[in-house]
């Protein structure tokens, strides 16, 4: 069974601060997805990372994956309000045959930011 | 989130009773998942379909719970005999034809189930 370990499950900050969850795993995953989710709604991607050591970003959101594509991070600069929700990741396992995939969800991190 | 329907959003059943959740995928998928969410213990995966396969069904409990895809209709998640332990959101998520491994899922609203 593969396990992806978030870290940490809650995280209150004030705004303005910069905060770091982690994903990590003894398993390795063809890609990593990190979603975002909101209360009464369905996670939405923020972004896939897909080649170890990649590094993306949105806007003030940094994401890396590990070299060994086991691990990834969330960096938040100068976090708002706004932030606030659920960030879960989520690695890509391929069936046999390459053409399907499901994906395994970590418990999430819930980010509170105080105004 | 547009695109994927799931319903009903909401749905109370007493013990015994059957529960039936709904879900049309994004227009031109034809890969569904299903997956259960208890707070604080994420989301698990449950089943993932094709029109009318079921490609993998191993977070499936072995009784009371199945699912389809048909060929024509939305996916269907069943649980019959409800128990107070199945309370829980039920999110349902779709993929294009082609699916490919970075693709993302696109989740509906999800259903809370609520048993009494």
């Known amino acids: 069974t593969q396990l992806l370990e978030q870290s940490p499950q809650f995280l209150s900050i004030q705004e303005g601060e910069n905060l770091t969850v982690y994903c990590n795993s003894s398993?390795?995953?063809?890609?990593l997805q990190w979603y975002r989710q909101e209360p009464g709604e369905g996670p939405v991607l923020l972004v896939t990372?897909?080649?170890?050591?990649e590094v993306k970003k949105l806007k003030r959101l940094t994401f890396q994956f590990g070299d060994a594509r086991k691990d990834s991070s969330l960096h938040i600069t100068a976090a708002q309000p706004g932030d606030t929700g659920l960030y879960l990741c989520?690695?890509?396992?391929?069936?046999?045959?390459?053409?399907?995939?499901?994906?395994?969800f970590g418990k999430g991190t819930l980010l509170t930011v105080n105004p | 989130n547009a695109g994927v329907m799931q319903n009903p959003r909401h749905l109370v059943r007493r013990r015994g009773q059957e529960a039936r959740l709904r879900c049309s995928p994004m227009k031109g998928h034809s890969h569904v998942y299903w997956y259960r969410q208890l707070p604080e213990e994420g989301l698990k995966f449950m089943v993932y379909l094709q029109k009318e396969n079921i490609i993998d069904e191993s977070g499936m409990p072995k009784e009371r719970f199945s699912a389809e895809f048909p060929k024509e209709g939305p996916s269907i998640l069943r649980i019959q005999q409800v128990v107070r332990g199945d309370s829980a959101a039920y999110f349902c998520a779709s993929s294009p034809r082609a699916g490919r491994n970075n693709s993302p899922l696109h989740f509906g609203n999800g259903t809370r189930l609520t048993v009494t």
């Open positions: 990372v897909v080649t170890g050591g």
């Open positions: 398993s390795v995953f063809s890609s």
């Open positions: 989520a690695g890509a396992s391929v069936y046999s045959g390459g053409s399907n995939y499901k994906l395994t």
